[in-house]
């Protein structure tokens, strides 16, 4: 995801908080360029709109379906925010200088677009339609947007809107903005005390993201690492295990482990391996509560993502939907000394082209550390962009060659001897607009007004659409789409069967979206189902359990040894070590 740090208007932040708070918080399609958030890409105002439309929307709504007034659905949903980072109190501050404008205009039934419109918030530029979400009043959009100028001319604080942009601006934020700021900037945990890039706090680049540090005042003492002195005085690599067996006097590290082909597992990817998710309910006026918004400060805290339920790296059980299988979880159980040795090193609009300054917050040291295998997956952010002229901005296949090997020699550099790497093909992203344009969005489902067709429009009006080349009603675009991530994975695949590394072996797979789909079907699923119903371009939580286990299987039986073998200890680890120290 490209652009600097930036926090939306106030209050649409502040009293929804569930939209493009950050500009460096962008959605990854499940096809494709899993990246360009909403917020990446286009200008400022296409965001500052969007999250303007969203937010009124859902009072309206919430005012509706609770038979109430807009100052109620105001008092509503601040309601439902939590008090912790002080959400709820900066939710009724702006109410109270907002509310009374916003309420004014609701109360002429203006739809989101014409107060959006009329308050400046969505703009039109020279010689560019009017953007909008809903279908157009009777009287036109330009003329309702005119009446509604007219019932607010006089605001005093509508006229001051702009003057008054930045959420991190306020007392109680600024802290948190600053840490926000950090990770995003360096993908590295903001509690680290002893700088060994692992942390013993979940959020922030924290343990949610790579496995918990034990031992915050050590440095050499972090997941991943081999032994020291087989931790007959101390866990030195995080994995529960260690003392000495008074039986028989051998250390467990050594007696449990030794030959165990331990080994770790990286990620290296986008917003989909990072696993992006806005929760449907925070849209859904029916679906609003206070239990549905319990998880906003981790998720505000976590980049909008929640790699701990990832199908890569995830490792608690899932809330928002599905359920968790990850390869980490299956390494662990073929393998308990591999307990607490992942790293997430994904961000939202990872691609070819950024992978390598991300992989500098890479954790592993070629000497001290045990192997790993690293998952290299941008699945899309190559072929998708904002762009109004979005093929010419796709990376090209001497593009994608060129920055591949570039990311697979730093690698070389980094990983021990006995590594592994597997690169992931990108996906075809043309499965989103075949399973959902006609499908109602949440924002819709509520009188049936608002199809993703209508939402994906909206996105290319505002010019910051995730990707132009799927999400479109060109079916020659979106199939000139798929062609270049067609040769991109060519790239990819012809690089696994050509080059060779010191350090690892490497090997290629498609992204398994069809098997995934034949799976899901079994199970009695519908195919929309493996997509983001909020974003519409996200991979589901059940899309990310599926693909684990399909992907190892397909590890299982054709590179068997990538896996290690099956610890043969693993019961007496469990036995004496029971949950290892927990995740």
Not at 77 to 102: D, F, R, S, T
Not at 396 to 415: C, D, I, K
């Amino acid at each position: 995801m490209r652009g600097s740090w930036q926090a939306s208007p106030p209050l649409f932040f502040s009293l929804l908080l569930l939209m493009l708070p950050l500009k460096d918080i962008s959605t990854s399609s499940l096809s494709g360029r899993a990246q360009s958030t909403l917020v990446s890409g286009g200008s400022d105002n296409g965001h500052t709109c969007l999250g303007c439309v969203l937010v009124v929307s859902v009072i309206e709504q919430l005012a509706m379906f609770h038979n109430c007034t807009a100052q109620e659905a105001i008092e509503r949903l601040c309601n439902y925010l939590p008090e912790i980072l002080n959400l709820q109190g900066i939710c009724y501050l702006v109410a109270e200088l907002y509310g009374p404008e916003l309420i004014k205009l609701l109360k002429y039934k203006m739809n989101a677009d014409v107060v959006c419109h009329s308050i400046k918030l969505c703009k039109q530029n020279a010689g560019q339609p009017f953007c909008h979400l809903y279908p157009p009043p009777k009287m036109g959009l330009n003329k309702a947007v005119k009446k509604a100028n007219r019932i607010v001319r006089n605001s005093k604080v509508l006229k001051n809107t702009a003057g008054f942009l930045s959420i991190c601006a306020l007392p109680p934020l600024v802290k948190l903005c600053e840490k926000i700021k950090y990770v995003i900037k360096n993908k590295l945990p903001y509690e680290d005390f002893d700088g060994d890039k692992f942390s013993a706090f979940p959020t922030l680049r924290g343990y949610h993201w790579r496995g918990r540090d034990c031992n915050e005042g050590k440095a050499i003492v972090y997941p991943g690492r081999r032994p020291d002195n087989w931790d007959v005085e101390r866990d030195s690599n995080c994995n529960g295990i260690w003392g000495v067996d008074p039986k028989d006097g051998i250390p467990y590290e050594k007696k449990f482990c030794k030959d165990a082909e331990s080994k770790g597992i990286i990620l290296l990817g986008d917003s989909a391996g990072a696993h992006f998710h806005i929760p449907p309910e925070w849209m859904t006026a029916a679906q609003m509560s206070l239990k549905s918004f319990s998880d906003l400060p981790v998720a505000l805290t976590n980049e909008l993502d929640w790699p701990h339920f990832s199908g890569t790296t995830g490792f608690l059980n899932s809330t928002i939907g599905g359920w968790t299988d990850s390869l980490y979880l299956r390494l662990r159980r073929r393998n308990r000394c591999n307990h607490r040795d992942f790293q997430n090193i994904s961000k939202n609009g990872g691609s070819s082209k950024n992978l390598l300054e991300l992989m500098k917050s890479l954790a592993r040291n070629q000497l001290l550390d045990n192997p790993a295998i690293v998952i290299y997956a941008s699945i899309g952010n190559d072929v998708c962009n904002g762009r109004p002229d979005t093929v010419a901005h796709m990376t090209t296949p001497n593009q994608m060659h060129s920055n591949v090997m570039q990311t697979l020699q730093y690698l070389n550099s980094q990983l021990p001897t006995g590594s592994h790497v597997i690169l992931t093909g990108l996906v075809d992203g043309r499965f989103l607009w075949d399973q959902l344009h006609s499908r109602y969005h949440p924002l819709g489902q509520l009188n049936k007004d608002i199809t993703y067709e209508q939402v994906y429009s909206f996105l290319s009006c505002l010019q910051i659409s995730p990707c132009n080349g799927w999400m479109s009603s060109n079916e020659t675009l979106r199939n000139l789409t798929s062609e270049r991530a067609f040769q991109l994975s060519n790239v990819l695949k012809e690089i696994a069967r050509s080059e060779m590394f010191a350090n690892f072996d490497i090997f290629y797979m498609d992204f398994p979206l069809g098997k995934i789909v034949d799976e899901w079907h079994k199970l009695g699923g519908e195919s929309w189902q493996l997509i983001e119903p909020a974003d519409g371009f996200h991979p589901s939580q059940i899309t990310s359990a599926l693909g684990a286990r399909i992907i190892w299987q397909k590890a299982l039986s054709e590179w068997p040894h990538v896996l290690g073998k099956e610890n043969p200890f693993n019961k007496q680890i469990e036995d004496v070590f029971k949950d290892q120290g927990g995740h």
